[in-house]
């Protein structure tokens, strides 16, 4: 039985044991491949994101508060593509920031976002409060360095604003009857027998 044009889920190290680090680097892309598409799920279809229909004025302060906790969760994923898109647009015209932007942001993915396992340092477990905030401090501080730092604040602000603007004015959908027929059709009740 051939096994040609197929992907083998796990390799072994050439001693027929297990590999370096307990997994392939087949493994960890898998993972990574299949982590990355459950979190895009989460995402909701654009078009509703920017649905004309669903804009207007909140009635209070109030209600734009309630709709902005709402729209934020509804909209979590969307709005953070958003930031980084608008972040990653600024950094066009600094090819050197642009370059650290990526490098962290592959690390962030290597030892935040898709580590299955705790990570050990020195025989230790550290703690993934320690990871995010070395994580965050070397990636502000490199990006500092890159003399960009007007420009990456000033991205980062105006990508918050239009996130905030758009989750207040967007009307939240807090009763499925008012999306009926705008979205998807009621389905009519079968008669019991």
């Not at 680090?21 to 299949?34: E, N, V």
């Not at 979190?39 to 649905?51: N, S």
């Not at 703690?127 to 604040?153: E, F, P, R, S």
């Amino acid at each position: 039985m051939s096994k040609y044009g197929t992907i083998p889920t796990s390799s072994s190290s050439p001693g027929g044991g297990a590999p370096l680090g307990g997994a392939s680097p087949l493994d960890f892309i898998s993972r990574a491949k299949a982590r990355g598409a459950s979190a895009l799920a989460t995402r909701q279809p654009w078009r509703e994101l920017g649905d004309v229909h669903a804009i207007g004025l909140p009635p209070s302060l109030g209600d734009a508060y309630l709709r902005v906790r709402a729209n934020l969760a509804h909209f979590a994923m969307n709005y953070a593509i958003v930031v980084l898109v608008v972040v990653f647009l600024s950094l066009l015209w600094h090819p050197v920031s642009l370059i650290v932007f990526l490098v962290c942001m592959l690390a962030w993915l290597v030892l935040y976002f898709l580590r299955d396992e705790p990570l050990v340092l020195f025989g230790r477990v550290v703690a993934d409060g320690y990871v995010l905030a070395a994580l965050a401090v070397v990636t502000l501080g490199l990006l500092l360095l890159t003399d960009a730092t007007a420009n990456i604040l000033s991205s980062l602000l105006i990508g918050l604003v239009l996130v905030v603007l758009h989750a207040a004015l967007h009307k939240a959908e807090d009763n499925a009857d008012d999306e009926v027929g705008r979205w998807y059709a009621p389905v009519p009740q079968q008669p019991s027998h």
